[in-house]
């Protein structure tokens, strides 16, 4: 288990607006839970790439609010942390679009039927403030507005689909998901890698079998 | 065990050492695991005392818990709102949506109900890679034996032959749900070297593989309208007929707070391992849910099981600072180049040997007063990377961003100091017994995945997981969705009935623990948590 502390000072901080003194060097989760806080569910992979966690967070001297990915944050003295229950209704509620590979027609086209709201951006930068894992959304959005799918797609490698991004839009832009049909187009459109069709066309002339 | 040497000093000792001697190849890889991997231990192996599998040796601590008493009676059961489906499919990683996909794909009606929420899972850490032939000069034979190898010969053949011939076609599979791999200039996909292969046949996507594969199987089965899923909704119990067959399950709703009954023509079981259960007080690199609850319900429906004294410690977890560890280091760093090495900047142990092998050196070298200790009494050896990067500048910012964003996290600056690394409960080796088909040895219920035993033996390579998912998973899918609809669909805890009655007649003691865990002790998530 990964909680055994040194120091026995504590850290006051507020969690949903009541006050929680928790053990220091601890990520926010590690902290909530040592401290036996029993309301929180939102925890999977302590590794930041589930994007559960995700928390709204104002440090003590800061004016502006954060999210963070709470496995990801460590505690500080004086913070204020709020579990942003609303919205896991609210992003799911955003979530209309409906596709199967291979999309029919173009996908340039098929992004915009499917996310209409794309053209729509106000570049607030909301999006891009939002993302806990740092990556260019706004960008992103523009880049899939102008039909560069790949480019688009591209920028979101280090995205955990933690919706911030699709919860802060003032648009109903849902950039996570644009990025991932993005993505997924770009996979599924590229030609068969040599390799693999090879492999794949050996093994079907039953040329490689497996003997014991 | 010896002290070994303190970090603050062994980190000034430190220094790059591009050609730095590597001791003699280990002779005899059977006496260094008897002496020092934890599978080898006695006391880490009791005979069970109830169940299919009495009298097989088992961990203590998951001894305790498969024999251990039901949260469940008949009135719960009774007062649970009923649901009706054709296939059930219990955990929602990479196993679990593939199958939920493939029985969708072929017509029927699927409920996907998972813990935590869809995609939470191990998959979703994988960082190494998956496994599959596919180069000129590799063979499915070549995998086949080294898979086997690897396990100690202890693997069901039948299964690893099948799931090995099943590698390409499970790449082309994942590529036409979306997921990309990283290719080369030529188009080619990139392939690496795994401990204890002979050939480089990891296909990879950064050190996001998992991440990547569980964001595209993820989106395909919200898009799929044969699906439902149910997020925080446990499987308490399975549920039997007169005639001892799977038909359904009782889930918990821990947003509702409320039992459910899914009445199911076939149950799929893909609810992955159980690092966090922390055998024998060790990290763990899983992910919170993994308590090994697929294990407790088979087990008392009468499933057989096997292997289940044999667990993977992955060589490389974090073991400084210490809130971090037991994260894993990916194996596809040492593939990469990066090299073990112990206080006295000697490398001990070819680092693409066997996992276990290497687990087992790395616990010499720390016994023996070679490692580097902390505060805590902990020990560890160097993961040195910064060889790696003197010798391929760029490399690990390429190709290791998960890596990078956690030395970030710990303050390590990975280019020039080497990281503090001690194994990490990794993977269940064993588990439910199936058949090619992923049937167990009850009717009407499924396994695949890390539930699921057979494949790895004793030992698993590097790669196998992702690939063991994904071709078991489908395979799961289709068979559940061929499977006809019994005669009898009586849901009744009879099964539980005749287990009460075995604990009763072996006087095995309550000893507060309920199973299925659910959740580790410490992750104060409890039923009645929002």
Known sequence: MTTAVTSESYHEITVNGMPLSVSPNHSLIQALWKSGHPHFKRASCLEGVCGSCRMMVKYCGQSEVRFVLACQSSVEAGMQVLFPQHLEKQSSALLNHRYQLPSSGADEQRLHDLFPQVAHCRHCHGCTIACPKGID???GITLAHEGKLKAAGDLFINCVMCDLCTTSCPENIAPNYVALFARRTTAFNRPLPDNLAARLQALQRGELTINY | MDNGTPLEQARCEYRIDLNRPQRAAEKEHAALLQRFHPDYASDNRIPLTIGVNRHDPCHPQLAALLQ?????????????????TEILVIGAGGAGCSAALVAAESGADVLLATKLRLGDSNTIMAEGGIQASIEAGDTPQAHFDETLRAGHHCSNKQLVKQMVLDGPAVIQWLIQQGMQFDHDQRGNLCTRRAGGTSADRIL???DYTGLEMMRVLREAVRQHHKINTADYSPAVELLSNCSGHCTGALLYSIEQQKYSVVNAQSVILA???????H????PTSNHVGATGDGLVLAYRLGAKLQALDSFQYHPTGLAWPQTLAGTLITEGIRSAGAQLVNSRGERFIDELAPRDVVCAAILRECSEGRGISLASGRQGVWLDTPVLEQQQPGMLAKHFPKFISLCDKAKIDPYHSPLLVCPTLHYQNGGVVINEACETTIPGLFCAGEVSGGIHGKNRIMGNALLEIISFGRRAGAAAAAREMPDNTERSLAHLERFRHERQQHNIKNSGQQGPLLFP???SFNRESA
């Open chain 1, 137 to 139: 959304v706004e960008k």
């Open chain 2, 68 to 84: 251990s008493d039901s949260q469940t009676d008949e009135q719960t059961l009774a007062a649970a709102e009923q649901i009706e």
């Open chain 2, 204 to 206: 990879y996507y950064r």
């Open chain 2, 271 to 277: 609810s992955g391992g159980l690092g966090r259960m």
């Open chain 2, 279 to 282: 055998l024998n007080g060790y």
């Open chain 2, 521 to 523: 002790h410490y992750a």
